[in-house]
């Protein structure tokens, strides 16, 4: 069995959550890899599904153990990594793994996975309308909002390191175009 994985990055509220959800109810081998976070649980997550919720010391007890495939201190003090034995869960199932990761994990997991997988970018159409998205979803703080704001700019900058970019502007283009190159990807000639 041949072991895949989609990588999809974006600054914070461009939508690739919302893409990734709708790949996932349209190809049936794709599975989400789950990260580990040690950021508080948002109304409506699971612990197990959407991510592990580990606190400070448990997840740097496991970067110690040299569990994680890759992880990161995405914003101070907030730690996200993937651990080794998800990849391992994932494609012992003979599934394509799905990574959700910010913009330097993305280009980590491509340089340890190259031709396995395909890396893709999630672009806003901008800024202002990656705020307005972040502040109707109403999940962030304006602390919390600014961190993402700030660090989307230099995110945006690192687009042309990724396999493909998909534009973000309306959903039904950015739906369609995605299942368009997964699907190539998945059928085996991608890029
Ligand atoms: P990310 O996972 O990149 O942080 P989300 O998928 O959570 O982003 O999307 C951020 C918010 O923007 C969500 O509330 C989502 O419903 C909304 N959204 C996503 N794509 C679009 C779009 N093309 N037009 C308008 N709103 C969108
Ligand atoms: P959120 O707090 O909005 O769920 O995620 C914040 C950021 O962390 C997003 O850009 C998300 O893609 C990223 N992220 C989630 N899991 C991982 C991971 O395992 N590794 C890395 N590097 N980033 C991750």
């Known amino acids: 069995m041949e072991e895949k994985a989609l990588i999809f990055s974006a600054p914070s509220g461009a939508g690739k959550t919302t893409i990734v959800g709708h790949l996932l109810t349209v190809f049936n081998t794709l599975e989400f890899s789950i990260s580990a976070c040690s950021r508080q649980k948002r ?105 993402r704001i700030d660090r989307a700019v230099e995110e945006i900058s690192k687009a042309p390191q990724f396999d493909i970019v998909i534009e973000n502007d309306s959903l039904e283009k950015a739906f369609a175009e995605s299942e368009k190159r997964v699907g190539e990807f998945l059928a085996g000639n991608e890029l």
């Not at 606190?55 to 994680?68: G, M």
């Not at 201190?73 to 994932?90: A, P, Q």
């Open 43 to 147: 109304e409506g997550e699971t612990n197990g599904k959407d991510y592990y919720f580990l606190s400070p010391e448990e997840f740097k007890c496991k970067i110690e153990k040299d569990e994680f495939v890759e992880w990161e201190e995405v914003y101070k003090d907030l730690y996200y990594g993937t651990l080794k034995s998800e990849l391992n869960r994932i494609w012992a199932k003979g599934n394509t793994i799905v990574f959700d990761v910010d913009v330097l994990g993305g280009i980590n997991l491509k340089k340890k996975l190259g031709d396995k997988a395909l890396s893709v970018f999630v672009m806003p159409p901008s800024i202002e309308e990656l705020k307005n998205r972040l502040e109707k979803r109403g999940t962030e703080s304006p602390e919390s909002l600014k961190k």
